[in-house]
């Protein structure tokens, strides 16, 4: 997945994520959503017992 930053006014930066787009008033609020969103996407997953046991068998 690719995360773009982007100003779009003045006052308006713009994070967009595939076709989904979110807005925000300062450069500073949407790096900091980025950089969680990006630590999000890579941290690592579990899977729940039930589908464990789907997989494996």
Do not use: C, N, Y
């Not at 790096?31 to 941290?43: D, G, K, P, S, V």
């Amino acid at each position: 997945m690719k995360i773009l930053i982007k100003a779009l006014a003045k006052s308006q930066w713009e994070v967009r994520l595939d076709h989904k787009a979110i807005t925000f008033r300062s450069e500073a609020e949407a790096r900091a959503f980025a950089e969680t969103l990006q630590a999000r996407i890579q941290a690592p997953h579990a899977f729940p017992i039930s589908q464990q046991r789907a997989a494996a068998g």
